[in-house]
């Protein structure tokens, strides 16, 4: 990202981009300052946005063939293409020889290393993948954000929010903006704030209810539960949530053995860092054999309801009641 922000604060650009990765909040952000940065303000002759499968590479070629119109350059910028999961060859070819005149902004969620159109646009231009950022970089993240609206929140506090919203940055803008409304007036967001205004995700609850268990706190779990049930989540859907986080602990326990630190475990599981490291902590309280067992239990949970031998509220009930006793 550091070679990113270099360019769009000197104005010096490249003539083709790939943004991709998992964290569509940074993809926005940079799409648009970049599209600031190159375009003026209405200007909707030098600009040209396209999005989704079916895109003509033709169509592409022809309009960056195609002079901008008193500009210095045409930006041409396309989404979510499959352009770099598919073979394109023409567009891969062309983008080897195009014009200065011309700038292509690719912004893609998958791409394939291997293909022709990664290969042209890392000898053309830049490619920057915008992944999930860490714990540390969240908390700056919110510190400027909160900083910005003339407040204060302490370290602590924002460890709460992060805990409680989720690591995704959009999701986190959001809740931002329901603490700046709720807590108008106030100099500092605290913790109680956050547990008045902010939602928590439901992947939080199910943790929440599967700490529950660990601790043998059956009531505390059940409360979870019902708590979902008032949110309208349907008990298939929690059942396969809970099986998913008792099957995600067995991968993390795995790989403890094995001598994986955090790092090594959040990439290979495919978790966020700060979630791999509160799942390393959660699962010191299940031996491997009883993960298995409680998997292999939901299984038979779930059969037992579509074969309509158990109701699916109280099949769920029963569940968590068996193992947080």
């Not at 041409?76 to 011309?102: H, Q």
């Not at 100099?187 to 902010?198: L, Q």
């Not at 993960?291 to 939901?298: K, W, Y």
């Amino acid at each position: 990202m550091k070679s990113l922000n270099e360019d769009i604060k000197t104005g010096q650009f490249k003539s083709v981009y790939l943004l991709y990765g998992e964290e569509a909040y940074l993809k926005k952000q940079y799409k648009e300052r970049m599209t600031k940065a190159m375009i003026p303000d209405g200007d909707t002759i030098n600009y040209a946005y396209y999005e989704g499968k079916g895109i003509r590479p033709g169509e592409l070629i022809d309009l960056a063939e195609t002079m901008p119109f008193f500009a210095e350059r045409r930006l041409i910028t396309v989404e979510n293409s499959g352009f770099f999961k598919n073979a394109v060859p023409e567009l891969a070819d062309y983008i080897k020889t195009m014009p200065d005149t011309a700038c292509f902004l690719f912004i893609e969620n998958e791409i394939d290393k291997r293909g022709k159109m990664y290969k042209a646009v890392k000898d053309k231009g830049r490619i920057v993948e915008l992944g999930r950022q860490d714990e540390k970089t969240l908390l700056y993240w919110i510190g400027g954000n909160v900083k910005r609206e003339g407040r204060r929140i302490k370290e602590s506090a924002a460890r709460y929010l992060i805990s409680k919203a989720g690591t995704d940055m959009e999701n986190l803008e959001n809740e931002l903006e329901k603490l700046f409304s709720y807590t108008l007036g106030c100099d500092e967001i605290t913790a109680e704030d956050i547990d008045e205004i902010c939602t928590a995700q439901i992947s939080n609850k199910i943790f929440d209810m599967v700490e529950a268990v660990a601790e043998k706190k059956q009531r505390k779990a059940l409360d979870y539960y019902y708590d979902l049930l008032a949110l309208k989540e349907p008990p298939m859907r929690i059942l396969y949530l809970l099986a998913r986080q008792f099957r995600l602990l067995l991968e993390v326990k795995e790989l403890q053995k094995r001598g994986y630190d955090k790092s090594q475990i959040a990439k290979t599981a495919k978790l966020h860092p700060f979630v791999a490291g509160k799942y390393m902590q959660q699962c010191r309280s299940f031996t491997g054999k009883e993960l298995l067992r409680i998997m292999e239990e939901a299984a038979d949970t779930e059969e037992m309801v579509k074969t309509g031998r158990l109701n699916d509220v109280m099949s769920v009930e029963i569940f968590i009641v068996k193992f947080s006793v």
